[in-house]
């Protein structure tokens, strides 16, 4: 059916008026029903809170009535304990009661004593006095006549335990520092090579001699001018010599011609090139040589300049003996005794070490090698304990240290090894000689016999001119004179001999 719009107008206001009454009855039918819901959620939940007030208020009664009986126990216990200190505390005035009274009684008796010793020494004054009167000398004069007596009649008994005790202390020192000694020595072995003057070096064929004369021998005169090295080119087949009495530049020499002998161009201008680089690499290998050293003591921190002077001594020698293993071994030896009479073993190895320090320089600085080593020392602050352990290992400064004592007994050791140095027969034979024949001046010696190689003198006495005691002042005044007058490595041992010979026959 057709509408107007007035009408589906009318249609439409109607509709919605009947949707909004039934949805507003419906939402107030919902409404009733939370509000309902929620009382009755309320009243559930006023009721456990009932509940729970109810437990907390019991369980709360519990805690105090426990809290109660717990502080009822503590004052009984409280109790207890000062009844126990009110006890004790009146043991303890009992017992001062009782000290005070054996105190008084103490004074008594100290008071009693010092009356008593006062009237005997009243007594003994008189006594003495009277014993002065009887016999006509006063107590001092009493006193040295005994002891004149006295001195009379035990002297031989006297001199007889002196020299006994001396002789008994002076074994059981040496029995010691024997026994050290000879743990350091086999605790460390090392080979002996003595050094010589010269280098050989190999050649590759016998026509490269010619080479190395050059034109009018001009190529031999460059290489020495350079190196400072002689060059003897013999009929040694495929082989020429270095001769020099410095190490360091033999060994210049030495690698210098073995590169010359790499390269096959022999001129004055090649050798001039390969000596400047050998002389580089020779700088390059002192250092290492010296970093070794170091590292084979266990000595990690001293300057760089000190280890490159280190690394020289590799190129000097003492008597045929390489400076710086000697130095080596010296400190291995020191850092062995150190620590076997408990003194400090660093100090004793950084004194060995460097004791000879001074020998990497002395051909180029006026001086001792002693002195130089101690400015150089000083000069790169190495410390004044190693100072003073190696300055007097040839009496040039008096000894300062224990240490000291130590580094000195290590060079003699290292030096008087048999094979550690050379030295010629017309030598070794003139100062024995001169050993024996500065003893033999000595007023009552009848014999003298240098012995072990020159380390000891035995000295034989007449004994109707030289007592105990003179044999005593006699050893001191040989090893004073030997000293003084004779120049000799190490030290040498003074041993006098008296004997007494007592013949009797029964008949």
Known sequence: MNLTPLEAGGLAIIGLAVGYAIRFGIAKK?????????????????????????????EA???????????????????????????????????????????????????????????????????????????????????????????????????GDLVRLERERRDAIEAKGMEILETAIQRYARNSIADVTTSIVNLPDEDIKAKIIGREGRNIRT????????????????????????????????????????????????IEEKVEEARRELEDRVQKI??????????????????????????????????????????????????????????????????????AVDHEVEGTHVEIGRKLLKKYNVQEEVIRAMESHHDDYPFSSPESYIVAAADAISAARPGARRDTLEKYIKRLED??????????????????????????????KIDDFGALELAKKIAQKIQTNVQYPGEIKVTVIREVKAVEYAR
């Open 290 to 359: 010296g970093e070794e050293a170091v590292y084979e003591v266990g000595i990690l921190d001293l300057p760089k300049e000190i280890i490159y002077l280190l690394g020289r001594l590799n190129f000097r020698t003492s008597y045929g003996q390489n400076v710086l293993l000697h130095s080596i071994e010296m400190a291995h030896i020191s850092g062995m005794i150190a620590s076997e009479l408990g003194l400090n073993p660093e100090i004793a190895k950084k004194g060995a070490l460097l004791h000879d320090i001074g020998k």
């Open 223 to 270: 290489f020495e001018r350079l190196t400072g090295v002689e060059l003897i080119i013999d009929e040694t087949p495929e082989s020429v010599i270095l001769s020099s009495f410095d190490p360091m530049r033999r060994e210049l020499a030495k690698m210098a011609l073995e590169k010359l002998l790499k390269d096959g161009r022999i001129q004055p201008a090649k």
């Open 61 to 159: 009664t519990l805690v105090l009535a426990q809290a109660q009986k717990d502080e009822r126990e503590r004052k009984q216990e409280l109790r207890r304990l000062e009844e126990r200190l009110t006890k004790k505390e009146d043991s303890l005035d009992e017992r001062a009661r009782e000290f005070d009274a054996q105190l008084i009684g103490l004074s008594a008796k100290e008071n009693k004593l010092k009356e008593l010793e006062e009237e005997i020494k009243g007594l003994h004054e008189k006594a003495v006095g009277e014993l002065e009167r009887v016999a006509g000398l006063s107590r001092e004069d009493a006193k040295q006549a005994i002891f004149e007596e006295l001195e009379t009649s035990y002297r031989k008994e006297l001199t």
């Open 435 to 464: 050993i024996e024949k500065t003893v033999n001046e000595f007023d009552g010696v009848k014999q003298s016999y240098a012995v072990s190689a020159g380390r000891e003198v035995r000295v034989f006495v007449v004994p109707e």
């Open 30 to 58: 919902l409404r009733g029903s939370l509000e309902q819901k929620a009382e009755e959620e309320l009243e559930a939940a006023k009721s456990k809170a009932k509940e729970i007030i109810v437990e907390a208020r019991n």
